[in-house]
């Protein structure tokens, strides 16, 4: 069965309304309702995760943690919450994707800030726009036995804030749904240098499943 990241009392509610409207015959109000809340629920749609992480031969590998497209990758990038000469990889989530969001490696949420960033249309390069990025959006710093990934949401114009279901402290798997982007946005991927990148500007990439980088002693 198709699942969606839709809340429950939206479901709720809609099936509230839906009863209400073919009680009273508005038979076209109800028509109009269905075809958004169908709408909704596919935009929203999540997909099944059967993904089982095997800690040997996924050491030192990072996942895609969404589905979208890489626009931009620069190196030799200082932050002040994830650190000193990383490699910043830019990914667009398209409206249209599956915009579950997911772990890229096995780690542990080290810090959760939320700020009120500028938001800038997705297709747009954030060095361009932002400049520094630091201090915007939603920053996620994931400590990886001491070593930090960082990944920071920015909202689209067109979009809203991500849905995160984590609190610093909590760990988590490979691969393990974290929330979601409604109408998809902009990530920032950073990893440090030390990371061998197997992703291209243009390239499109799939949650799970596409792997952005290993070090290169697994390759």
């Not at 059967?50 to 890489?70: L, Q």
């Not at 809203?160 to 991927?189: A, Q, S």
Request: with cysteine; glycine share 8%; proline share 5%.
């Amino acid at each position: 069965m198709l699942k969606s990241y839709l809340p429950a009392k939206f479901n709720t509610f809609a099936v509230i309304l839906f009863i209400t409207f073919w009680l009273f015959g508005f038979y076209k109000i109800l028509l109009i309702f269905a075809l958004i809340y169908t709408f909704l629920y596919l935009v929203l749609r999540k997909n099944r995760n059967d993904f089982r992480d095997d800690p040997v031969s996924t050491k030192g590998v990072i996942f895609s943690p969404i589905n979208g497209k890489i626009i931009h990758i620069e190196q030799n990038v200082s932050h002040g919450l994830y650190g000193e000469q990383l490699i910043e990889i830019q990914i667009m989530i398209p409206w249209w994707k599956e915009m579950g969001i997911y772990l890229p490696l096995s780690c542990e949420i080290k810090t959760l800030l939320v700020h009120n960033g500028y938001s800038f249309f997705r297709t747009h390069k954030a060095v361009e726009v932002l400049g520094s990025k630091e201090g915007k959006g939603v920053a996620l710093a994931l400590d990886n036995r001491g070593e930090c990934i960082g990944l920071t949401f920015l909202k689209c114009k067109l979009g809203f804030w991500p849905e995160l279901m984590i609190m610093p402290g909590d760990r988590g798997g490979r691969r393990v749904n974290i929330g979601y982007f409604p109408f998809g946005g902009t990530v920032m991927l950073y990893l440090p240098k030390k990371y061998e990148i197997l992703v291209k500007e243009n390239d499109e990439v799939s949650a799970c499943e596409t792997i952005f980088a290993v070090l290169p002693d697994n390759t």
